[in-house]
């Protein structure tokens, strides 16, 4: 059968995140700064959708070729190792510390950027014919996303903030869910099939990724948004990247780990 059961795909969360744990600093940076790439590219196709059919749903419903093909190439996100890696502390897989973990998560972060960047960098220069005209209308929709997420809740203060943070928690236990519907098959299809659902529904309900705005607001400040880098980092990479941390760990990883690989005794029928 092409369906692994709970209990299987729950180890091998944790298999995984002890493997990413222990890869060499070349290979994390390699993988993450592929995976940032291809998550921009899917974010401004996604986008362009939208702004050329008039309808966002199209675009969130083809925004997830982009994480499925960066998945299905073992290439690694921020969000997921955010949910994958602690597992393995938990499970006291030896060798794991928290060093190592926030190690990875360094340089999964910063792979991701640059990849990221690099994107922001190129597309900027394709709307703009070398940043010699006006960047069109899928630039100027671009430049208004990074000033109503940024500005758009500095404007709201403390309740801004924790918008951002909710929202940010919400994707990554989307976005986790798609890393784990990953795990559930061992056929391409079955894995495509887990990984759309629960991305499709992050990027339709307008859910803070870390990763897809590590590409949104670089390429909106290059075009024009009205924005500064300290309005990008406070009032919207800072606490969407917490509430990604919190929301994918919360809400499924230790939620299957606990339930599925640390399961509680049956109880007792007397």
Known sequence: MSYIIP???????VDAG????????????????????ILALAAVFAVTITVQTGSPLIGAMLFPVGFIMLYL???DLLTGVFML????????????????????????????FAGALVVAFMMAFVFTMGFSTEPGPIGEKISHIGEDRTLGYAEFGAAGWATIFLRGMLCNWMVSMGVVGAMISTSVSGKVIAMWMPIMLFFFMGFEHSVVNMFLFPS???????????????????PTALG???????FTGLT???????????RTVY
Do not use: C, Q
């Open 85 to 112: 890696t602690p597992l393995a502390l938990l499970d006291r897989r030896p060798g794991v510390t928290v060093n190592g973990i926030l190690r990875n998560w360094g340089w999964v972060f910063l792979g991701n």
């Open 256 to 266: 299957l780990y606990t339930t599925h690989v640390r399961t509680a005794p049956k």
């Open 73 to 75: 190439m073992g290439f």
């Open 220 to 238: 909106a400040m290059i075009m024009g948004g009205d924005f500064s880098v300290m309005d990008y980092m406070l009032w919207n990479e800072i």
């Open 18 to 37: 002890e493997s990413k744990i222990f890869m060499s600093t070349r290979d994390t940076l390699i993988r993450a700064f592929m995976a940032g790439a």
């Open 244 to 250: 990604n941390l919190v929301g994918g760990l919360a």
């Open 7 to 13: 209990s299987e795909f729950a180890t091998k969360m």
